[in-house]
């Protein structure tokens, strides 16, 4: 069974930086992509960042140029650095990965870490 913790989130001003990390337990996983989401209140979950197994990254345009996904395979740690933040920033992150398996895919999900920009 896949686990996901995440940490690091808090208040930070606008124009500050924050660390998030993402412990990860259960199943292989140097194999997984990994994703971060976030979810603002009042607003739907929306894709933040992914790297995949190969190290390959993909982000929101809104985050581009900003933000920064990597990942320690060692450590079972995905990790998102996030600079110049910005009030709209506001939202609770969470860790996301996927296994498949021979039933389907199972999708993982951490508890979330909230990050608060007060501008």
Do not use: H
């Not at 809104?62 to 933040?85: E, P």
């Not at 992150?93 to 979330?112: K, L």
């Amino acid at each position: 069974q896949v686990q996901l913790v995440e940490s690091g989130g808090g208040l930070v001003q606008a124009g500050g930086s924050l660390r998030l990390s993402c412990a990860a337990s259960g199943g292989i996983f140097s194999i997984r992509p990994m994703n971060w989401y976030r979810q603002a209140p009042g607003k739907q979950r929306e894709l933040v960042a992914t790297i995949t197994s190969g190290g390959s990254t993909i982000y929101a345009d809104s985050v581009k140029g900003r933000f920064t996904i990597s990942r320690d395979n060692a450590k079972n740690m995905v990790y998102l650095q996030m600079n110049s933040l910005k009030f709209e920033d506001t939202a609770v992150y969470y860790c996301r990965t996927t296994e498949s398996s021979y039933y389907g895919i199972n999708v993982y999900w951490g508890q979330g870490t909230q990050v608060t920009v007060s501008s």
